[in-house]
């Protein structure tokens, strides 16, 4: 064997387990893209290669998979201020009122990130920005990526004078009276506004992304699966392939949305994308939704929230969300499925439990998947073990915006018994099921480290002062990153090519600083990636990370 690659490191997880008290090896050989060899420093004197990087006293895992995210879908809703940090009505004021101070004229002034908790007890409503934005058009996208305000100019521009009608569960939110608030919850409302806006270029956008790619490489993610596929994605992928210096540097597996309202015609359309791609990219999936957020009211509960609200589907017709996961499924294409409430959840399970036996377990099978969870009951947790889907979480969605004390807005709307429900992520590890990890960006921010350190904690890393979030679903250190490798890989049903550091599989790694199955979760949440590897090759390294 002469591999055109060896990589040294004192510690290597494979993530395949091994026995107890063996040693973790410490050589992978790559050729051809794909691993070689795996084994001692000994066994790799054996393999006279091309080129040689020793990491020394670093270790080394499959590169890290960030399990949901919304790379360019998440360029417009991260363009303008950043609300995310402000702590209150008074601060988020102020940063819009900087804002509409410094763009150019006739343009919007935009923001995102905006915590509901901010309002306090009052109602989100244009009256609190119109006068800091000067009359300007304003919208503001919530935290939560499912609502937004916009201010009177901005609703004026899209002609937005009542309430509307929509093919899914979304709102303009009126007054009394009839009137818009400005509040406006979900896609199909927030986008009477947004398709009014100034598009921004595509250089611009694609040299944006560019960055937030090399953003996540440097952070030590290696693939992404992307949960949207909006108007121009695909040639910004494809464009990027071609002008960045060695093409993408990390994989993204694309599912573009299927929404309410369409039907047979719109689903061949989209499972006739499914394979389209390049090298790094390839839409090898479908995205649905049955509910929207609690923290906006749109969540599906068996029972109410505590204002009365999260009540309805997404569908307005669940029986046409089954009738689309009939036909993917049984065209053998990966489904996601956004359920974040309990009836979400279970109208889920009923879908795909409902299926032909023939669809179920025979071929063309697929992985599918549910997004979120964010309050589960534990009779779902047991259909959800016996069912055989897969579960896509986010860890900082609960330590960023719940609290141990359940003052916030997301733990007041579903009361304590529902609360103490919150991201049941070890449960379902208990009960056998596949448990994929990521981030949701924008929605919070993508390093991966902070995340399986919050994995484990149940509260901000870095914050030992905080309580932890029903401490009882902490994850351990090896489950935790599971969640970004060999779980996520299962995630994908591309376990036979990654997720582990085995011989034939592909040459994806992370290299770090510490050992993240053994270092306290607050220190790894502040560790180096010094390195990240795509089919063998490096995309990332940091300075002084060889030895």
Known sequence: MNPDLVILADTIHTMEGRLPGSTAPQAVAVQGGVIA??????DAENWPAAEVIDFGAAVLTPGLVDCHIHPVFGLELTRGRDL???????EVRALLRAEAAAIPAGDWVRGWGLDPNVFGSAAAHRELIDDVVSGLPCLIRLFDGHSALAS???LELAGVTGPGKFDQASEVVCDGSGRPTGLLLEAAAIELVARVMPAEPFAERKARLAELFTQFSRAGLTGAHVMDCGEGSLELFRALENDMEGGLPLRLRISPWCMPGSGEEDWHRLAGQIGLGGKRWEVAGVKLFVDGTVDNGTAWLFEP????????????RPEEYAAAVRFFAGRGIPTATHAIGDAGVAAVLDAFESLPPAVRSGAPAAVHRIEHLETVPNALIER???AGLVASMQPTHCTHYSRADQTDNWSVRLGTERANNAWRCADLRAAGTTLGLGSDWPIAPFEPLPILADAQLRRRAGHQGEQPVVPGQALTALQ?????TSHAAKAAGEWAVSG??????RADFTVFDVDPLSVAPDDLADAQVLATFMDGRVQHLAVGAVR
């Open 37 to 42: 060899a795996v084994g001692s420093r000994d």
């Open 500 to 505: 582990s550091v085995s011989v034939g599989k």
């Open 152 to 154: 009177t100019r901005a």
């Open 384 to 386: 959800f073990s016996r």
């Open 305 to 316: 929230d505590a204002y009365g609200e999260s009540v309805a589907p997404f569908w307005p």
């Open 480 to 484: 935790a990153l599971e969640g970004y």
């Open 84 to 90: 995310s940090g402000a702590a209150d009505l008074a």
